[in-house]
C-alpha cells in the first residue's frame, strides 16, 4: 500500500518546523530532555534495555511501600506482560499525600464551572480530605478492594476525588462518560459487575441543567448487583428521586468521616481501573490498566512528552470519561505535583473566547485538546490575544488525525509562533502516549504524529504477508513489537478477547487497529483506522454497536454504518438501512431509527445522514461492504475494487441512485 490520502498530508516540500524559540524564553528552566540526542540516547536505552530503563524511571517518578525486584515478566507473544512484581504502591498516596506533604497549599485542581461561573480552587492538603473523606464513605457503602465502582459525573472535581477515592482503597474505578445513554451505562454497570455508583443530581452544560440521577435510576433498574448510589449535589435544582436505603447524598456522607484515611498498600499489578472503549465486532470492552505500570506511563509521558513542570498549570479540555481525562487530566498531572484545570461545560459557551479567557486567568502553561475542537474554534474565528497566551508553551492534539491548515493555524494564532505543538497519538489500549513530538525537544511536521515514546517500539506490518515494512512512505498496520508498562492487561471478563483482539493476529506484536507509515525521516504518520471503528469528533464508536441499534427497529431489516468525511467531526456517520417489507420510509423513520441509537448508545453518536436503501451491498457470507458504501457516498461511480465475492452486485447501481436522490 502507498500513503492513503487521508488529511493528515503536510504540505509537499514543507519542511519541519523547529521548537519555536518562544519555549525556552518562558521556560521556567530548561526542558527536562535536554535535545534530540538526549531523547534518542534514553530511547534506545528503552528498548535495548526496558528492564533497566523502567525500574529506574519506576524510582524516580512513584513512591513505593515496597520495592519491586522483577522489572517485567511475561510476553506479547503470550498477551501476559506485568511489570514490577512483589512491589505494592498507591496511587491516591502517588498523586495526592506526597505533595500534600511537600506543597500543602499549592493548587492541585482549579474547577472551572460551566458558563464561567464559580472558579474553585481546591489545593494538595484539601484534596487530600476530601479523597480520605470519600475513602470512608465508599468503605462505609460496601466497597471492598477489589470492587468495582462505576463513576458516572459530569466534569467536576467530585470525578477526580471519586477516583482517587477508589484508588485509595483498592477499589477498582470504571469512569463511564457522562454522555453516554441510561441502557449503555447499564451495560457498562453489569459487565464490569458494579457494586457502586457515583453520580450527581445533574450536570451543567452550556448554561442548562442536564439530568444525570433520572439516567442512573434507569440504569439500574436491571443492576441487581448494585446495593448503593452516591449522588454529589451539583445543581439541587430540581428534586431528585430517591429510593432509600439504596442512594445517600456525597455531601452528607463525607461530614461523618474524619479528614485522613491511611492508603491501602497495593500490589503493582493490582487493577487501579477499567475503561469500556469500542471494537470492531460486539459490545464495548473494559480494557483493564493496573496500578504501577498505568501510574509509571501517565507520570512519564506527562513529564517528557509535554515537558510539564511543577509550578506548571496544566488544562486537557477532554472528558474525564476517555482515557485522555484519565491519564492528562487527572493521573498525570497530580502526579507531578502541578496544577490540573477541571473545565466544565462546553468550548463555545458562553463565548467562543472561553478557553483563551481560562488560559490567561490561570496562567495556563500547557493546553491539550482535540482538533475537533480546534475546527470548531478556528471557524467561529476565536483567537486569543498575545497578552492572553503569555505563559502558554505548549499546545497538545489528540484523538484524531490533524489537518495540516488547523495545525497551522493552532501554532500561529491560537500559539502565536511561541508554543511548540505536540500531536499526540495514543489509545485507551496504551494507557499513555505511543507516538508524539516531545515538547522543548523534537522539531515537528503539521499532521505527524512523530517519534515513539520510550519504551514503544512501533512497527509497519504489511497487512498481507505480515511481515515488516522497512521502507519509507509505505502504508501498513502499526504495531508495537515490545511491551510497555501503561499498556492494558486484559479486557475485564474476557481474556481471550483481549488475546485475540491484540496479539493474534501477528504473533509476537500488539497490534493497534490503525493504519501508518512513516517517512523518509523516521517520524511516524497516522492514517486513520483499519478496522470498523468510526471516529466522530474523537469519539470512538463502532459500526457493529451503531448498526445493532439500528436493527433493534421494526421496520428496519438490514443497516449499515460507515464514517464519511466531515468538514467539523473529522468523520461523521451515514446509516444505510433497508427496509422490512410491509413498512415504508415515512418521513419519521428517520428520526425514530435514529433514537434508537441514541438510546444505546448516547447523543454523542447521532448519525448525520440516514438514507433508504433497497438492497445493501454484502458477500456471500453476509459481510457489509462497509468500503463500497463509503465510496459510493463520497461520490465514486466505478472504481469499486474486487466485487467479485458481492451476492448483489446489482446493488451498487442502486445505492448510487439512491445515494444521488437523497442529495
Ligand atoms: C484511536 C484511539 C487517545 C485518546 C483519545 C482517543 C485515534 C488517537 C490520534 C492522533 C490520529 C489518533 C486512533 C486511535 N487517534 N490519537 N494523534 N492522530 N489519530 O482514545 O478512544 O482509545 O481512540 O484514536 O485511531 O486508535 P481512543
Known amino acids: 500500500m502507498s500513503p492513503s490520502q487521508t488529511d493528515n498530508k503536510a504540505t509537499p516540500g514543507a519542511g519541519p518546523i523547529e521548537v519555536p524559540q518562544g519555549l525556552y524564553r518562558k521556560h521556567p528552566s530548561e526542558p527536562h530532555i535536554t535535545g534530540i540526542s538526549h531523547y534518542r540516547s534514553l530511547y534506545s536505552e528503552s528498548i535495548q534495555h526496558p528492564d533497566f530503563f523502567w525500574s529506574r524511571f519506576a524510582r524516580q517518578l512513584l513512591d513505593w511501600d515496597k520495592e519491586f525486584r522483577t522489572a517485567r515478566s511475561g510476553s506479547l507473544a503470550n ?84 477516583m482517587l477515592a477508589c484508588a485509595r482503597i483498592g477499589a477498582v474505578h470504571s469512569v463511564v ?65 430517591w429510593i ?10 463525607v461530614e461523618k468521616w474524619p479528614g ?125 490575544s498575545p497578552n492572553q497566551v503569555s505563559k502558554l508553551r505548549v499546545l497538545g492534539s489528540i484523538g484524531e488525525p490533524i489537518a495540516p491548515e488547523v495545525w497551522l493555524w493552532y501554532y500561529e494564532s491560537v500559539g502565536k509562533k511561541e508554543a511548540h505543538i505536540v500531536d499526540t497519538y495514543f489509545q485507551t489500549e496504551t494507557g499513555c502516549h505511543a507516538l508524539a513530538p516531545l515538547a522543548g525537544v523534537t ?40 511491551p510497555w508498562p501503561s499498556m ?5 471478563g474476557d481474556h ?23 517517512d523518509s525521516e523516521g517520524d511516524y504518520w497516522i492514517c486513520g483506522r483499519i478496522d470498523d471503528v468510526i471516529n466522530v469528533s474523537g469519539h470512538r464508536l463502532s459500526t ?38 410491509g413498512h415504508k420510509d415515512d418521513s419519521t423513520l428517520n428520526k425514530t431509527a435514529i433514537s434508537y441509537i441514541r438510546k444505546a448508545i448516547g447523543g454523542f453518536a447521532t448519525p448525520k445522514y440516514f438514507i433508504v436503501v433497497s438492497d445493501i451491498p454484502k458477500t456471500r457470507s453476509g459481510k457489509i461492504m462497509r468500503r463500497i458504501l463509503r465510496k459510493i457516498f463520497e461520490g465514486e461511480k466505478e472504481n469499486f475494487g474486487d466485487v467479485s465475492t458481492l451476492i448483489n452486485p446489482a446493488s451498487i447501481q442502486t445505492v448510487i441512485e439512491e445515494v444521488e436522490t437523497f442529495r
Not at 499549592?106 to 475513602?135: F, H, M, N, W
Not at 421496520?555 to 444505510?576: I, N, P, R
Request: net charge negative.
Open 260 to 384: 485522613y484515611m491511611p492508603p491501602e498498600d497495593l500490589p503493582a499489578e493490582h487493577p487501579l481501573f477499567l475503561l469500556y472503549t469500542s471494537g470492531s465486532t460486539g459490545k464495548p470492552k473494559g480494557l483493564v490498566h493496573t496500578t504501577a505500570g498505568y501510574l509509571l506511563g501517565a507520570a512519564a509521558s506527562t513529564k517528557y512528552v509535554f515537558d510539564l513542570h511543577e509550578q506548571d498549570v496544566f488544562f486537557c479540555a477532554g472528558d474525564i470519561g476517555w482515557i485522555t481525562g484519565h491519564t492528562y487530566l487527572c493521573y498525570g498531572p497530580l502526579l507531578l505535583g502541578s496544577t490540573t484545570i477541571v473545565c466544565e461545560g462546553t468550548p463555545t459557551f458562553p463565548s467562543p473566547f472561553r478557553y483563551w479567557n481560562i488560559i490567561e486567568k490561570h496562567q495556563v502553561t500547557h493546553f491539550y485538546t482535540a482538533p475537533t475542537v480546534l475546527r470548531l474554534l478556528k471557524k467561529a474565528g476565536s483567537e486569543p
Open 544 to 581: 457493529a454497536e451503531l448498526e445493532a441499534a439500528l436493527l433493534e427497529h421494526p421496520a428496519v431489516s438490514e443497516a449499515a454504518v460507515v464514517g464519511v468525511s466531515d468538514e467539523m467531526t473529522g468523520q461523521a456517520l451515514s446509516c444505510f438501512v433497508s427496509i422490512k417489507d
Open 488 to 492: 492494558a492487561r486484559s479486557v475485564w
Open 79 to 162: 498477551g501476559d506482560t506485568a511489570w514490577f512484581l512483589e512491589g505494592r504502591l498507591n496511587a491516591s498516596y502517588n498523586c495526592v499525600d506526597r505533595h500534600a506533604i511537600n506543597t500543602p497549599s499549592k493548587p492541585a485542581i482549579i474547577y472551572v464551572e460551566d458558563a464561567d461561573g464559580q472558579t474553585r480552587v481546591i489545593t494538595y492538603s484539601e484534596l487530600l480530605r476530601s479523597v480520605c473523606k470519600l475513602s470512608y464513605v465508599l468503605r462505609d457503602m460496601g466497597v471492598a478492594k477489589g470492587h468495582t465502582v462505576s463513576i458516572y459525573m459530569p466534569m467536576v472535581p467530585e470525578a477526580l476525588i471519586a
Open 177 to 241: 462518560f457522562a454522555g453516554f445513554s441510561a441502557e449503555a451505562l447499564q451495560g457498562r454497570i453489569l459487565d464490569a459487575g458494579c457494586k457502586l455508583i457515583i453520580t450527581s443530581d445533574e450536570a451543567r452544560r452550556a448554561g442548562k441543567p442536564i439530568s444525570m440521577k433520572t439516567v442512573v435510576d434507569q440504569a439500574l433498574k436491571f443492576c441487581p448487583g448494585v446495593t448503593g448510589c452516591l449522588v454529589f449535589k451539583r445543581t439541587g435544582l430540581t428534586p431528585t428521586s
Open 244 to 253: 432509600s436505603p439504596r442512594d445517600r447524598w456525597w455531601h452528607e456522607e
Open 496 to 518: 481471550t478477547r483481549f488475546i485475540k483482539t491484540y496479539f493474534n493476529q501477528y504473533k509476537g506484536y500488539y497490534l493497534t487497529g490503525d493504519g501508518a507509515y512513516r
Open 443 to 482: 522539531s515537528t511536521k503539521p499532521g505527524c504524529a512523530s517519534v515513539p515514546f520510550f519504551g514503544v517500539d512501533p512497527v509497519i506490518i504489511d497487512p498481507i504477508s505480515g511481515t515488516e515494512i522497512v521502507s519509507c512512505n509505505q502504508e501498513g498496520y502499526l504495531a508495537f513489537r515490545q
